[in-house]
């Protein structure tokens, strides 16, 4: 190898060293672990003791670090498939977790405890959103590795007197939409309250758990009924294209008539994102690396001819 080629290699490595604060057998960026799968995910295990010493954040622009924080159940019964990792989970048992923003309201799940798929079942509290006028609830997840699409999955409660689009309809037309870094994975109608009004959201059978009847909250007339859905179960919620380092997730209502408070609301409770395809590199005896959490490493900082080359190892 020619000595310019080692001299540029070797001001590469440092320069991401010195870029990640990470010392020789650290990962790079910050530090995720990963859930444990029936694939036996591999753990990468650095060389080295040396922690990195954090490097300083502006306080006008503070990072978050997600946080996974974990359930009871498994995480609700979700399967990862071979490089996937959950780097976000809550079933809001125990507070409002600090990536969210907006509205965020906790309360108990009442008539809606025991529906769901499995294990993944309302309990306890789930965040509601009744606000008027309507405003959005935001989750915020950043500094994510590198990954190619995202899974996020919950349970979905439409809660009182939605008003479908029919022509016998008071209200309506009430429209849930869900966005996924501003754009809308989801924008439909909902229909508890009139037998004759117009819903537009027709999942798959198994994303239905209950359809307009009676699960607590106001119950003043036979317009006040209540569904629940499981959009773990919509093909549409999983493998979103996503590779940006940050995510942001929005619930809202609207509608001209939308009425919000105790007349109708929206609720969430097991919240799960998942990553697919996470990718993490880092320094390994001298060398940089990148894994893929399928087995194999990627030993990707040897040059021929000047182009940078791959090879891979099985573990």
Known sequence: MKLKQVIRISCAVVEMVLISNCAVGQPFGPTFTPIPTTTDTPTLAPTSTATPTPSATSTSTPTVTPIVTYDDQNHFGELLKPGSMIIFSTDFNNGVPPQFSGVADLVNVQGYVGYGTGTDTFSGDFLQNSSIPPMPTILTLNNLPA????????????????????????????????????????????????GNGSQTYFPPQAVVLVRAVELGFRDIDDHDQDSAYDVSNDPRFSNIPHTSSTLTVEWSASGGNWQGGGDESLAIDNLVVILNTVTR???????????????????????????????????
Do not use: E
């Not at 919950?154 to 870094?181: M, N, R, Y």
């Not at 060398?287 to 399928?294: K, Y």
């Open 281 to 315: 590199t880092y320094l390994k005896n001298g060398r940089l690396w990148s894994n893929l959490l399928l087995g194999v490493d990627r030993w990707i900082s040897k040059t021929n001819n000047g182009q940078l080359w791959n090879h891979c190892f099985q573990k």
């Open 147 to 194: 990954h190619t699409s995202i899974d996020l999955h919950f349970l979905l409660a439409v809660i009182d007197s939605w008003d479908g689009s029919g022509p016998s309809t008071c209200c309506g037309p009430d429209t849930l939409t869900i966005k996924i870094d501003g754009q809308p994975i989801l924008s439909a109608i909902f229909d508890n309250a009139w």
